[in-house]
């Protein structure tokens, strides 16, 4: 699930949280982090986490909520130990949960809750200086941002899982050159098979192989010439067919270009290495 999280997701977390102040975490459907924006915990809950007693709350907390969103497979909303507030909602696809987004660590009003109270007068002024840096939000905004970043995130991930599934344009690229290397292969012959235009091959080769459409067929049919060369007792004339330049002279200047020696070189000195 990890490879479905890109930039599309990181930027919108990092939108939401320059709007609102609120952090944000996306997680797996078995609850596992995905990513989150800015930092993991507010100065406040990191302060708490410290005490292995507290942490063990906030963690039971975590669980206890996650629990609930997955059984109610709806946006479930709860105050922590601690007195903030989080908000968990399940990012479905198909009938089936994929995925949670969250967001807490929210003051319910400026005054402090009891329980949090309880807390700031057991430990040190710095304790009350992080409550007070926490967001404050009234429940109706609260809600109604959530409910859009819910949708928009909803949206991204389920966009990166469709990319995620879908077949990758290099991989089928890659194939379809390496099953006519003996063919005459051209831009042509690849924008007719993949259904792309002249500018998308040329994009497609420069981001995946560094290389023009053309520099990108020469290397694959060299490759291939060298395996064959190396793995086989094929006459080099019939090499170099099967690599798509059947002249044997041009066949030898381009490897020797590439290489710098000939192809019968080349085959002598994996010979010896055997």
Known sequence: ?????????RSLLKDFYNLT??????????????????????SFCAYLRRDAEMNARCERCDREGFAACRALRAQHSYICHAGLRECISPITFEGRIIGFIMIGQIKEGELPSRQTRDLIQK???????????????ESEKLTSAFRILDACASYELLKSLATFNAPRIDRELEHLVQENLSGALSVPFLCARLRLSHNEIYTVCKEYFASTPAEYIKKSRL????????????P?????????IPDYNYFSK????????SPTAYRKRQGERV
Do not use: W
């Not at 490759?223 to 793995?231: H, N, P, Q, T, V």
């Open 223 to 234: 490759a291939y010439a060298k395996r064959l060369l190396a793995e086989s007792d094929l």
């Open 1 to 9: 699930m990890k490879q479905t999280v890109g930039v599309a997701l």
């Open 236 to 244: 080099i004339g019939e090499i170099a067919i099967r690599c798509g």
């Open 21 to 42: 102040g609120i952090k944000t975490c996306l997680f797996d459907a078995q609850g596992n982090e995905l990513c989150y924006y800015p930092q993991k915990h507010s």
């Open 123 to 137: 430990a040190e002024e710095s304790l009350l200086a992080a409550y007070e840096a926490l967001p404050s939000i």
């Open 254 to 261: 381009v490897f020797k270009a590439a290489f710098s020696e």
